[in-house]
């Protein structure tokens, strides 16, 4: 990547990509106790990534400043003007978690039909 590209990423990353915590808002993600529901307050730097004990990826985050970037892909994000949020999804909770999704789709649906 050039050096020109390195300066739209970071632009991009800053402007679509950094996580803001708030509350009291329609999409507040602070709990009662002043914890990110999306678990950024956790977030710490690591030199890697691994895997929490539930096989969610605990991202690399190399300093500081990336302690709050939202989880993208480069190529995506070059590609596309906006917020692009992409996660690895990989363990036995994503089955459970695509029958949730899936379900309340489906339940979202036949409520519609039923009014
Ligand atoms: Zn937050």
Redesign the pocket.
Known sequence: MSSEEDKIYAKKVQSYMI????SGSVNS??DSNGR???N??NNMIRNTTTFDERGFPQYKRSTEKSLNVVPHNKKILMSWDGHANVEFAGSTFLVLYLYKVAFTILLTHLLIIAF
């Open positions: 996580h803001k915590c708030s993600c602070l990110c529901t999306k950024f307050t």
